[in-house]
C-alpha cells in the first residue's frame, strides 16, 4: 500500500472522527498527526514546524486581542449602542455587522483577523439582545472569509498581478488579467452571501450553543471595570493592532508579529492578567489548526492533490460544455480546500487549469478566477482554513452544526460564481 492510498485512509478516519464525535476534535487531530508521521506520510520536522506554524500563532495571539478588547467596557458600550440603532432588529444587527466585516476583508487579507476584530463586538451585541451569539457568529465568518480580496482595494489590487504572473510561468501569455477582472467576476458573488447572511443564515444557526468552551462559559463577565489607565491601554493596544494590520503591507512586519506583540501589550498593560490571557485560549480549538495543518501537509507531500487535479484535467478536455467545465473547476477545488490550505490548492489547481485551457485554445481568465474563487471561500470544515476553529470556538459549534449551516452558502457560491464568471469570462 503506497503512501498516498494510506493518507486518504487516514484523511477519511479522521473526517469520520469529527462527524461521530466520540472523542474530543482537538485530540483526534493530534492523533491523526501521529499517524501520518508513523505511516511516512509526513515528515516528523514537517509536522513539528506546524506547532509553530505563522496562522497558529497569529490564531492563538488574536484569542488573547480579543479576550482584552472585551475586557473593556468599550465593547459594552458599542454593544448597546448597535441595539439602540437597530432597535432589536436582529436583521439590522446583521446588516451593520456584516457590510464591517465585508469592508475590512478588503484591506486585511486574512479571515482570522477580521473575524477576531468584528466577533467580539458581535457578541457583546447578542448578549445586549439576550440572543445566543451561536445565531450569529457562523455567518459572520462566511462573510470574513468568502469576501476577502473580492474587490479592488487594499490586498484585492494585487489579485490580478499573481493571476498574471501564473500565467507567465505557464507560457500562456496571449490573455492579460486585467485590475477589475477579480471584482468584475466575485461581486455577484459579495452581494449573494452578504444577502444570504444578513437575511436567511441566521434561521439555520443553532438556537443555542452545541459544544460549551471555557470561552463562552466566561463571558458572563462579572468582574470590575478596569482602571482608566487600563481601561484606555485596552482600547489604544486594540486599535493600533487593527490599523497595523490594515496597513500590514505598507509596515513590512509580518501578520504573526502583529497579533502577537498586540496579545502581549494586552498582558504588559495590565489589560489582562498572565492567567487571563492564558485562559482566553482556547487550546481544544488550537490543537485542532495543527492536526488539520498536518492533514493538509500529508496530502500536499504524497500528491493527492496533483492526482486530483491531472484527472480533472483530463476530464476538462472531455467536456464541451463551458458551464459543465466551469462547475467541475469550482466542486473539486472547493472541496479540497476543506482539508488542505487553499493557498496549496491554488498553486496546484491554478496552473492545471491553465494548461488545460491552453491545450483547447481556451481563454483561460474565467476558469483561474473560478479556481482562486472556489479556493478563498472554504469554510464548511475546521480544516478550510483558521477562521473556521476560531469561530467554532466562539459560537460553540460542532462539525455536524458547522457543516449544516455550509451548506447552502455553498450551494450559492457555486451556482452564481459559475454562472456569472462562465458567462462574462467565456472560454471560446
Not at 3 to 30: N, Q, R
Not at 111 to 137: H, Q, R, Y
Not at 254 to 272: E, K, P, R
Request: hydrophobic share 55%; proline share 5%.
Amino acid at each position: 500500500m503506497n503512501h498516498l492510498t494510506i493518507c486518504l485512509i487516514i484523511s477519511a478516519l479522521t473526517m469520520i472522527s469529527y462527524v461521530w464525535a466520540k472523542f474530543p476534535m482537538g485530540l483526534t487531530a493530534l492523533l491523526s498527526m501521529c499517524a501520518f508521521i508513523i505511516t511516512g506520510c509526513l515528515d516528523p520536522k514537517t509536522a513539528l514546524g506546524y506547532f509553530g506554524n505563522s496562522n497558529g500563532v497569529m490564531i492563538v495571539a488574536m484569542f488573547v486581542v480579543a479576550a482584552g478588547f472585551t475586557r473593556t467596557q468599550f465593547v459594552k458600550k458599542c454593544a448597546s449602542s448597535v441595539n439602540r440603532i437597530a432597535k432589536g432588529s436582529l436583521t439590522m444587527v446583521m446588516l451593520g455587522y456584516i457590510l464591517v466585516a465585508a469592508l475590512l476583508a478588503q484591506f486585511i487579507q486574512s479571515s482570522v483577523i477580521v473575524f477576531g476584530i468584528m466577533a467580539p463586538m458581535m457578541i457583546a451585541t447578542c448578549e445586549d439582545m439576550n440572543i445566543s451569539p451561536s445565531k450569529t457568529l457562523f455567518p459572520l465568518a462566511i462573510v470574513s472569509i468568502a469576501t476577502i480580496s473580492a474587490l479592488p482595494l487594499g490586498s484585492g489590487a494585487t489579485q490580478a498581478a499573481e493571476l498574471n504572473g501564473y500565467l507567465e510561468a505557464n507560457a500562456y501569455t496571449e490573455y492579460v488579467v486585467a485590475m477589475t477582472d477579480p471584482m468584475k467576476a466575485r461581486l455577484p458573488m459579495l452581494i449573494f452571501v452578504m444577502i444570504y447572511c444578513i437575511f436567511f443564515a441566521t434561521r439555520f444557526a443553532p438556537n443555542a450553543a452545541i459544544v460549551k468552551t471555557s470561552e463562552l462559559q466566561s463571558r458572563q463577565d462579572t468582574r470590575e471595570a478596569l482602571p482608566p489607565f487600563k481601561e484606555k491601554a485596552g482600547y489604544i493596544i486594540f486599535i493600533l493592532t487593527t490599523l497595523a494590520l490594515i496597513f500590514q503591507r505598507h509596515l513590512g512586519i509580518d501578520t504573526w508579529v502583529i497579533c502577537l506583540t498586540g496579545a502581549v501589550a494586552m498582558v504588559a498593560f495590565g489589560v489582562l492578567t498572565e492567567k487571563e490571557a492564558i485562559a482566553s485560549i482556547n487550546w481544544p480549538m488550537a490543537f485542532l489548526l495543527v492536526g488539520s495543518f498536518a492533514m493538509g501537509g500529508a496530502l500536499t507531500e504524497t500528491g493527492a492533490g496533483e492526482v486530483v487535479g491531472n484527472i480533472l484535467a483530463s476530464l476538462a478536455n472531455t467536456l464541451n460544455n463551458r458551464y459543465l467545465i466551469g462547475v467541475v473547476f469550482f466542486i473539486v477545488p472547493f472541496l479540497l480546500t476543506q482539508v488542505m490550505m487553499n493557498r496549496t490548492v491554488m498553486i496546484i489547481f491554478i496552473p492545471i487549469a491553465i494548461l488545460a485551457c491552453k491545450s483547447m485554445g481556451a481563454n483561460p481568465i474565467g476558469i483561474m478566477i473560478l479556481v482562486q474563487s472556489a479556493c478563498l471561500s472554504s469554510f464548511m470544515t475546521p480544516m478550510a482554513t483558521p477562521a473556521v476553529p476560531m469561530c467554532m470556538a466562539a459560537g460553540g459549534y460542532d462539525l455536524k452544526s458547522t457543516v449544516k449551516q455550509s451548506i447552502i452558502p455553498a450551494m450559492i457560491l457555486c451556482i452564481v460564481s459559475v454562472c456569472w464568471i462562465m458567462t462574462v469570462f467565456p472560454m471560446f
